[in-house]
């Protein structure tokens, strides 16, 4: 109970004070409000550029880009996978676009274009002061969702902003056409090289392969294989008819006859047949026949130069089917389109001049009151002899 007694009696007299200032309140919030509402109209009389508070008039234009696309994307990818660098060949666009925007050349050339630096009469630091004109003013939002890029430009004059904005949508396809083509040509330049070097390790492959099938007299290392297998079976099958011939004969002949001594020179012959066969040795038209133990390693060599001369056709037909669709494609199918362009704003941005007159009111209002305890409390320090010797630094 004591301490609502307490809260109602400060309020009580806080609010005494205040309707002891009331005039002071109400003539400084009146005459807040109405200067405010004479500056807004008299700023929305005068012309935009004498106006102390002109209207902001704010033209946008919208640009799709196509992010992502295959073309660029297949083509980065095809490249590096045959070990060329394409570079920037999976940029972003709508970033790169926006770096387009904010670079130097590009601010510069809009500067020249609508004489910037006469149009706001700058005189000091000409190009820093123009550019911040140009950029301050501008802004630039990227939708990723939807892949659109908005570029806008604010200033009081409306027909200005909409032409300002739809000179940097053209300036700015220009530029992308432009580095189109020059890009194009670079990837098309690549590939060139990159098909002269396919094509070198081709006939490389197939002069190592001639070679190889020359000094072999085959076509094929299975082909040696075959015939090795071929005439070992048959001399091997050969040698046992002879020693089991040289064993029937022994056991009713227990001298050296001519037959028998036949016999054994035929087994013989077809030991060293074998064993030269197992070696190997160059035949009379010139081949030469490996051994035993060179033949795993020679199909293994074979084998590995086909498997390299399939890869590397395969390859060279790929890049050569994508070089012939990049010379096809044009350049003037650009990277982005624009959904709109921009026009004549009708309506104003800013400011809003209602809610500068609320604003300016209510601050008022708080500053009074709060000038009301001001005045309250200087007044109480005056009638209060102890306190106005303390700020006189006098001894109490």
């Known amino acids: 109970m004591e301490n609502e007694r307490t809260l109602l009696e400060g309020l009580l007299f806080y609010t ?15 005459v807040a409000a109405v200067g405010v509402v004479i500056f807004s109209v008299i700023s929305l009389v005068l012309p935009p550029d004498k106006s102390p508070l002109p209207n902001v008039y704010r033209a946008y234009a919208v640009v799709i880009f196509q992010e992502g696309g295959s073309s660029a994307a297949g083509m980065s990818s095809m490249l590096s996978a045959f070990g060329v660098d394409s570079a920037g060949g999976s940029t972003d666009s709508s970033q790169l676009a926006m770096q387009v925007l904010r670079s130097r050349p590009f601010v510069d050339n809009v ?33 990723r969702d939807s892949g659109a890029l908005t570029i806008s430009f604010s ?44 094509s070198s390790e081709i006939s490389d492959i197939e002069s190592r392969i001639e070679a190889f099938q020359k000094e072999h007299g085959v076509l094929d290392i299975m082909e040696i294989a075959t015939a090795r297998s071929v005439m070992l079976n048959e001399l091997r099958t050969g040698l046992n008819q002879v020693e089991l011939e040289i064993s029937d004969y022994s056991e009713y002949s227990t001298i050296e006859d001519p037959a028998l001594t036949i016999l054994k020179n035929q087994r013989n012959n077809i030991i060293t047949q074998i064993k030269r066969i197992e070696r190997g040795y160059i035949g009379s038209d010139g081949r030469r026949m490996p051994s035993q133990e060179e033949l795993p390693q020679l199909s293994l ?46 309506e104003k941005e800013e400011p809003s001049r209602g809610k500068l007159c609320m604003l300016t009111t209510f601050g008022a209002f708080a500053v009074s009151i709060v000038l009301a305890f001001l005045l309250n409390m200087i007044s109480g320090i005056v009638k209060d002899p102890h306190k106005t010797n303390i700020l006189k630094g006098e001894k109490v």
């Open 111 to 143: 500067v020249e274009n609508f004489n910037i630096i006469e149009k706001f009469e700058i005189e000091k630091k000409l190009k820093t002061n123009s550019r911040e004109v140009i950029l301050n003013n501008s802004e630039y939002s990227y939708n």
């Open 155 to 198: 200033d009081i004059d409306p027909t200005f902003t909409a032409d300002l904005v739809n000179y940097e949508v053209s300036l700015l396809e220009e530029w992308f056409l432009k580095e189109g083509v020059t890009i194009q040509s670079k990837q098309i330049s690549m590939m060139e090289e990159k098909l002269s070097e396919l």
């Open 301 to 346: 060599n074979f084998a590995h130069m086909q498997a390299e001369l399939s890869l590397q056709t395969q390859l060279y037909q790929t890049l050569s089917e994508r070089y012939e669709v990049t010379k096809l494609t044009t350049a003037e199918e650009g990277v982005f389109s624009v959904l709109e362009y921009a026009e004549v704003p009708e």
């Open 16 to 30: 005494a004070i205040l309707l002891k200032y009331k005039k002071l309140i109400v003539i400084t919030t009146a």
